[in-house]
């Protein structure tokens, strides 16, 4: 099978690869250009493990091609921390102990931060309706809510720029 | 293990109890932790599994011609490349790829190794297998039927006298107790049997299982995988190839929950054979869909319970009969199920008797307390309505019988001390009981046990040149046990919790460890590493006294700082970890702490949980209001980790009561194999899961610490259907509690009252 | 598997036309990619018409709006004066799977791919939406719930592509609303569907209502009986009972993992009589 060549933007950097016309983005994170930050729970949407912003649209990149991404803008949990300063996010789930296996922690950091940019004080209600698309077996989702809540707090405060 | 005084009284820690960030958090939070399906390898290639599209059919023949003849393909293996085996390895054997037969609906038949996922795939569907399609069967009570379609024709019936002759689906009889249940019914006032179902479910990881296997020409390999026991899977995995256990190294990846559920093995056999055919490394996911329908959900049950109590509601028998299918093979936890499920209270009289069938389902494995959350199911339901039959508060008739220090357990041994009192009183004690309902509401309490294990462990604490520590432990972490074990570690060296790092050892490089399964690490791991850090401080000590001159004996170890032991020992400044550490290669070499051995005497955590939910009478929706969880975790080490242990707990349960299910067809095949259609709660069907930890200690643990991770799981099927129950006017009995399930047995009742 | 992804309807058109073998059109692509994983779909032509501009605009048009077949369902939900007019569409185009899955899905979508439980559909349909069709023949206009013919099929020939739905203007004291029974309060699709959408005249009584079911025949349904028994009353208490009959007895549902027939067709009523309530309160300006 003959490859599409895609030029598009992950995480603010320019990026080229060659992929198969029905490979998903997700595979073309994890396998082509070894982000393995988003994870493969299911495969059809239906965890948010995946989850990734397209052109500051939050998607599951397994339901997304990886031909698709020509020309956008991808951006992806291994973008969420600038340098060595977390994201506010990122710190509240580990104070909080938002997470024990983690493997939908990333999922979880990336639909999160869609939320708060677009409802910077979101309501209890608001989070697990937004968040319901990202399962989490492990917690209960009681302190993952708690650390959105404290994040969106913090930054509301504005004592942490995002 | 000989009892630690310091539980004896009240302890007064340092850093255990505090709630530190996990030393594996940076990682999780960033996307840089490694998962089962996170590594990659030179040359890999991409291993896919052919998996039966039957219930229960003869498998004929296998051509795998045309597939080996696709470019791109490297390897095919079948039941061929498994030497047939006789021991108790057998059913692992016939589980990870079928012989002659294929005895569930996702059975593995054969496994390609290819260049690419789309060659593996395309080489799958080259495979012919020659099927003949037999008569199958699912439920637990058909399956028990004298005509029922048989699913192994020498399996004999065990725990029966005499000895059947005729093979059957029966793989085992059960029954323990004491007293005389007769007797006890004839004492009794008020007598309550009723019939429950329950429907399996599945522990629901989020991360499919995954690995990456790479076998030599030499015979030497290499598997990273994803499981709660990267020990176990190295022996079995071993033993199924034919190869040397000390040529198998087996490294534990990060792992994405497994609840119980990765307690075994499914592709990593077949992810070696395949690697050791092809000469290069395979990487084998599972799909969901595979994950549903070809890993170990749990067993689906069929009880009968029946409880005598006198009018001040104290039991006076009780009698059950408990039958769990646990899929193709032998092994559903009917035994311990049934043990822990009746494990809350004290019976002057009680008999249980259960079955262990097979049928046409994947094998089933561990889920968190296995097998007791359907028969607590029973028990805590019956002791419900018993409650409200006689007009008692629920939580007082539970303390009228709660087991305690002294109490003889239906399952044998004589409880130490145990927290089931403590937790129904802080249940009564706790705001939400005291809630007011409204229309269409309903309170639910249940109580509930787990044994708790301790286990083969081994553990190894290594002093670095400046003072901080590498721990390394045996026993995969899940949900946050590094942390603990670093703060045990710093609590008993006395120095920061930040100067300790936990990783999870590979099994070359630690000695054996038990599966982390059975709520035992904090426990087990635990306590080896007090005992291992114990074990350095010893040795510090004699550094210190080689400094001074002066005996060993004369030197002791205080908050990180090695003291001479009183005036008479001499007059020496204290030296510090740091400073012992920096002059070890002077003072006698590399300093490091060890421990092994078998753990027991875990001592069980009790639960007791009340819930309150709303049940829309038009729809049959539940929506759960508010729900606590108060649990004895003997020493809470890192609080945060054990609410969420509870927390995560009842939420599975509550899943499990509410709309997680098994959904067969009638051709035998899983109608539900993913998350859209297997039903696990998501963060808008809850409320927050409030927590309350009580701390009764341990005598079998250094600082009081009991298992906590398992016993959460077993009061909320109950706790929810004693809520629905008391909404809706009507006793359920099955589970799931599904809307069409509440609705239709609504309209039952209004027909009854109608009639 | 080929992938196109034109810029212009013309160029999709043509490329349908034209195609040898199994070809189909990416929009969202959130039922799409799950069939292509499970292997139930293997397309040798996949179409992206998110490169179409015209596709992907939500414009305002002789007092309605037009939905084009790109626009995601999130982007539907960001819009108030859409969600002004035709809030029951909204809100069913709303309930379509999570977040993540609000980014790409897309109404069109939602009634292409032809699943008698599609959220959207009862809505539009209540909303008297038309679907718009380009072809090798032109363009033809459709009212949504002729596009669907069964579970996985639809109306459209070989060639076609809905490119648009269109959502009417609609006279004052009017409302709509949908509701649908899951058994969680997300990620599953609907147990039953029920879109009502109905306009007062000044004295408050119903001129005029449209009923319909989603999830309780092979593909969504009008129950005209139903709106019937609202029409001419105040929606009072009869009239709503006559309403929940009506859906019902229009119900001709299936067992399957999701629900019991006899569950379906109990909810389909309840839920008829509470989203009518709803499209009343609407109505009426609260």
């Known amino acids: 099978m003959a490859g599409t060549h895609v030029k598009t933007t992950i995480n603010g950097d320019s990026v080229e690869y060659v992929c198969e016309a029905d490979e998903t983005l997700l595979d073309v994170l994890r396998n082509r250009l070894a982000l393995t930050g988003a994870k493969e729970g299911c495969g059809t949407g239906d965890c948010g493990a995946c989850s990734v912003t397209v052109d500051g649209r939050l998607v599951c990149s397994c339901l997304v091609l990886g031909v698709e991404a020509e020309g956008r803008n991808v951006a992806t949990i291994e973008g969420l921390a600038q340098g060595e300063h977390l994201h506010p996010l990122q710190r509240k789930f580990l104070e909080h102990a938002a997470l024990q296996c983690g493997i939908c922690t990333p999922g979880f950091l990336v639909a999160a931060k869609a939320l708060l940019e677009k409802n910077p004080d979101p309501s209890e209600h608001e989070i697990r309706f937004w968040l319901a698309g990202n399962l989490c077996r492990c917690t209960g989702y009681d302190k993952i809510v708690r650390a959105v809540q404290d994040a969106a707090a913090e930054m509301r405060g504005g004592r942490h720029a995002a | 293990m000989p009892l630690d005084p310091a539980t004896q009284k009240i302890r007064a820690f340092d850093q255990v109890g505090t709630r530190p960030l996990r030393p594996d958090g940076l990682d999780k939070v960033t996307g840089r932790a490694r998962f089962g399906a996170d590594a990659t390898a030179p040359g890999m290639l991409v291993g896919r599994i052919l998996r039966s599209p039957h219930a229960h059919a003869r498998i004929r023949s296998i051509d795998a011609t045309k597939a080996e003849a696709l470019p791109g393909v490297k390897a095919v293996v079948t039941s061929k490349d498994f030497a047939d085996r006789s021991d108790d390895l057998r059913d692992i054997l016939v589980n990870i790829m079928a012989r002659g037969k294929a005895l569930y609906e996702g059975h593995t038949v054969a496994a390609v190794a290819a260049t690419s996922a789309s060659v593996a795939r395309k080489a799958l569907k080259l495979i012919k297998v020659d099927y003949e399609v037999l008569p199958h069967v699912t439920d637990v009570d058909l399956a028990m039927e004298p005509d029922a379609p048989l699913l192994h024709d020498d399996l004999i019936t065990s725990g029966v006298e005499p000895v059947p002759t005729k093979p059957s689906n029966i793989a085992r009889k059960i029954e323990f107790g004491h007293g005389d249940v007769d007797k006890g019914f004839a004492e009794a006032d008020l007598v309550v049997e009723r019939e429950f179902k329950t429907e399996a479910t599945h522990q629901g990881y989020i991360e499919p299982h995954a690995c990456l296997a790479s076998v030599g020409s030499d015979g030497q390999g290499e598997l990273w995988v994803c499981t709660q026991g990267h020990y176990m899977v190295r022996d079995v995995c071993a033993q199924l190839l034919g190869m040397d256990v000390s040529k198998l190294r087996v490294t534990a990846s990060e792992i994405g929950g497994g609840f119980g559920g990765k307690t075994t093995v499914f592709i990593e056999p077949v992810a070696l054979a395949l690697s050791r055919k092809a000469g290069r490394p395979v990487k084998v996911v599972m799909t969901r869909d595979e994950v549903f329908r070809a890993s170990g959900p749990t067993s689906s049950t069929s009880m009968r319970m029946k409880i005598g109590v006198k009018k001040d509601g104290r039991i006076t028998a009780l009698d059950a009969l408990l039958k769990y299918q646990g899929g193709a093979f032998a092994g559903a936890p009917v035994d311990y199920g049934g043990m822990a499920g009746v494990a809350c209270y004290d019976y002057p009289n009680i008999r249980v008797v259960g079955y262990d069938v097979v049928t046409n389902r994947p094998k089933q494995a561990a889920y968190r307390a296995p097998g007791a959350p359907m028969t607590a199911f029973a028990v805590e339901s019956v002791i419900a309505e018993i409650a409200d039959t006689l007009k008692l508060d629920p939580i007082e008739m539970r303390l009228k019988n709660a087991a305690k220090e002294g109490t003889k357990s239906a399952y044998g041994p004589t409880f130490g001390p145990v927290g089931l009192v403590e937790t129904l009183k802080a249940a009564k004690a706790h705001p939400n009981y005291k809630v007011k309902l409204g229309k269409n509401q309903g309170r639910g309490i249940a109580s509930g046990f787990w044994f708790n294990f301790g286990g083969q462990t081994c553990v190894s604490l290594n002093l670095n040149i400046d003072g901080t520590l590498a721990l390394a432990v045996g026993t995969p972490d899940i949900g946050g046990s590094r942390a603990s074990m670093c703060l045990m570690a710093a609590e008993e060296l006395g120095i920061p919790y930040e100067n300790v790092r936990a990783i999870i050892a590979d099994t070359s490089s630690l000695g054996y460890n038990d599966v982390t399964d059975g709520s035992r690490v904090t426990f087990a791991s635990g306590m080896a590493t007090i005992h291992a850090a114990r074990d350095a401080i010893k040795k510090l000590c004699g550094r210190a006294a080689k400094v001074w001159g002066i005996p060993e004996e004369a030197v002791v170890w205080e908050k990180g700082f090695a003291k001479p032991s009183g005036a008479n020992a001499g007059n020496f400044e204290p030296m510090s970890l740091k400073e012992l550490a920096a002059n070890a290669a002077k003072t006698g070499g590399p300093i490091a702490g060890h421990y092994e051995y078998n753990a027991e005497n875990a001592g069980p955590s009790f639960a007791t949980h009340v819930v309150d939910v709303e049940v829309d009478p038009e729809t049959g929706f539940t929506k759960v209001l508010r729900y606590l969880v108060c649990q004895d975790a003997g020493k809470a080490v890192h609080p945060s980790y054990v609410e969420g242990q509870f927390q995560g707990g009842a939420v599975q349960g509550i899943g499990w009561a509410l709309n997680e299910e098994y959904i067969y067809g009638a051709d035998g095949r899983l109608q539900n194999a993913g998350f859209l259609d297997y039903r696990i709660p998501v963060a808008s069907d809850l409320p927050m899961i409030d927590t309350a930890i009580v701390e009764v200690p341990n005598p079998g643990h250094p600082y009081g610490v009991r298992g906590v991770g398992e016993t959460s799981i077993v009061p909320p099927m109950a706790a929810v259907s004693n809520a629905v129950s008391h909404a809706v006017g009507i006793r359920l009995t099955e589970s799931p509690m599904s809307p069409p399930r509440i609705l239709k047995a609504l309209g039952e009742q209004a027909a009854r009252k109608a009639g | ?286």
């Open chain 3, 1 to 286: 598997m080929q992938y196109e992804a034109p810029a212009t309807i013309d160029a999709a058109v043509g490329l349908l036309s034209k195609a040898q073998g199994l070809a189909r059109v990416l929009a969202g692509g959130t039922d799409l990619l799950v069939q292509l994983k499970s292997g139930t779909l293997e397309p040798d032509l996949v179409i992206d018409i998110k490169r179409i501009p015209e596709m992907t605009k939500l414009v305002a048009e002789n007092g309605g709006f037009r939905i084009g077949a790109a626009v995601p369902c999130a982007v539907l939900g960001e819009n108030a004066a859409v969600r002004k007019l035709w809030p029951g569409v909204v809100e069913a185009a709303n309930l379509i799977g999570s977040t993540q899955i609000q980014g790409r899905a897309t109404v069109v979508g939602n009634l292409c791919n032809a699943s008698p439980a599609a959220d959207s559909v009862p809505a539009m349909m209540a909303a008297n939406a038309i679907a718009t069709v380009a072809g090798p023949n032109g363009k033809r206009e459709v009212p949504v719930g002729d596009i669907a013919t069964a579970p996985g099929k639809t109306s459209l020939a070989k060639g076609e592509i809905v490119t648009s739905v269109f959502l009417p203007s609609r006279p004052a004291h009017s409302g709509d609303a949908y509701l649908r029974f899951i058994p969680r309060t997300e990620m599953d699709i609907a147990v039953v569907g029920v879109g009502v959408s109905l306009t007062l005249g000044d004295d408050g009584v119903c001129k005029a209502a449209r009923v319909a079911l989603g999830a309780v025949a092979a593909r969504a349904l009008l129950a005209e009986d139903a709106a019937k028994a609202i029409v001419g009353t105040k929606l009072d208490e009869k009239a709503l009972a006559k309403l929940a009959e009506a859906a019902s007895a229009a119900c001709r549902p299936i067992d399957d993992k999701r629900g019991t027939k006899e569950f379906r067709i109990k909810v389909a009523g309840v839920l008829a009589r509470r989203a009518a309530e709803k499209a009343l309160e609407r109505a009426r300006g609260k």
